[in-house]
């Protein structure tokens, strides 16, 4: 294997998060080596299904230090998204070492050795911005390997149209099944949604006022509170949702994001074409026999597709071995924002109603203004 130089800072991944860490390290006048494993800056968002848009508005979706264009609708597109990335990077003369996936980070000395498929390196300073979605989660179901048609994770689809008359299911009800569904009904398949339990839906907008900055005014409020307030404006807005198969959960929306890590399915037209009959809706899957879908409450369905909304997971419990207890149950960095551990940071995995993109652009200066202050000489490393 070969032997990498070493480097002060590393970030791993180009993302958002990478990006703004980079960015702001920059300004403070570290320069930090960023490793991407993918062919360029903020490549993750190349890939995402084409329909996908924000769910939150640009003026709170930028990046620290640069706006979003102008011209940019409310909630901007997935190509918008990623041509503001790589703008980002060129604007902050952010270079990225492209085609570098990071295997494992482990303690090394005074800083953290890692290593890649080609080399191993090691640096004083490690900033871990890899994201939620780094492995896609495939939920293993009786009979589904032996499923006739096509089955395909989220992070595969791409638009309804090969789907065009097919009966599709979307196992999910996360904010991309939700939009997966949509789009697939868009482009007149059959879609049934897979909702396996109960669920908050939230209008993106309402009365003209997007979701998002009412969210952020109720983080300003006691979290008993801020859910109650919650709830009743739900009820008012949405509905009872039972009879389309969606039961609203006992918890709150913002003590599910904070305690369990789940936001709410923003909703940009499903509920619609569910009410319309458009989108069918059924429980959590059980069992598939051929072609022949079974369901939690023992009906069964005739399907052609199967498209798995089944969510991501981080991947850092291989990233980090040695660290477990850095993370919780859900694979999510314990601490944010701040040293986990001596020179190591965490960026871009908090779970926030309020948006991540926001809570990154509000992290990345402290993160920076912190490991700036690591590096000064006699700053401790316990």
């Excluded at 360029?40 to 329909?51: D, F, I, Q, T």
């Excluded at 085609?99 to 498929?117: A, M, Y």
């Excluded at 997007?210 to 709830?231: E, M, N, W, Y």
């Excluded at 009743?232 to 509905?239: N, P, S, Y």
């Amino acid at each position: 294997m070969a032997e990498g130089n070493g480097d002060s800072v590393v970030i791993v991944g180009a993302g958002p998060a990478g990006l703004a860490t980079a960015a702001m390290l920059r300004e403070r006048g570290v320069v930090p080596t960023v490793l991407e494993a993918g062919a360029g800056p903020g490549e993750s968002w190349r890939r995402h299904y084409e329909r996908l848009h924000l769910h939150t508005v640009k003026q709170h979706s930028a990046l620290p230090g640069l706006t979003m264009p102008g011209d940019y609708p409310r909630y901007p597109s997935r190509e918008q998204v990623l041509a503001y990335l790589q703008a980002y990077a060129r604007h902050f003369a952010i270079e990225p070492e492209c085609g570098v996936t990071v295997r494992r980070v482990r303690p090394e000395g005074t800083g953290w050795r890692l290593e890649t498929d080609g080399e191993s390196r090691h640096t004083r300073v490690v900033a871990l911005a890899t994201g939620h979605n780094r492995i896609p989660v495939r939920p293993e179901i009786p009979g589904l390997t032996d499923f006739p048609g096509q089955v395909l994770h989220a992070a595969e689809f791409r638009n309804g149209e090969p789907f065009r008359g097919q009966r599709v299911l979307v196992v999910g009800a996360g904010n991309s099944g939700a939009e997966i569904a949509l789009d697939l009904a868009e482009h007149g398949a059959l879609p049934t949604l897979v909702v396996r339990g109960p669920v908050h839906v939230v209008p993106r907008e309402l009365l003209g006022r997007p979701g998002q900055k009412t969210s952020i005014l109720l983080s300003h409020l006691p979290r008993a509170l801020a859910d109650r307030v919650s709830l009743t404006i739900l009820r008012l807005a949405v509905g009872d949702l039972t009879r389309w198969g969606i039961v609203r959960p006992a918890l709150g929306p913002r003590t599910m994001a904070e305690t369990q890590g789940r936001i709410p399915l923003i909703d940009i037209g499903t509920l619609g074409l569910i009410k319309q009959g458009r989108i069918a809706v059924a429980p959590a899957l059980t069992a598939v026999d051929g072609a022949t879908c079974s369901f939690a409450d023992g009906r069964r369905k005739e399907l052609d597709a199967i498209v798995l909304a089944t969510g991501y997971r981080s991947g850092l419990e291989t990233l980090l071995p040695e660290h477990g207890a850095l993370l919780d149950e859900h694979g999510t960095p314990r601490v944010h924002g701040a040293a986990a551990a001596p020179g190591l940071y965490f960026i871009g995995y908090r779970v926030t109603a309020t948006g991540i993109l926001r809570d990154i652009a509000r992290t990345a200066p402290t993160l920076a203004d912190d490991i700036v202050q690591y590096l000064q000489p006699g700053a401790s490393r316990e």
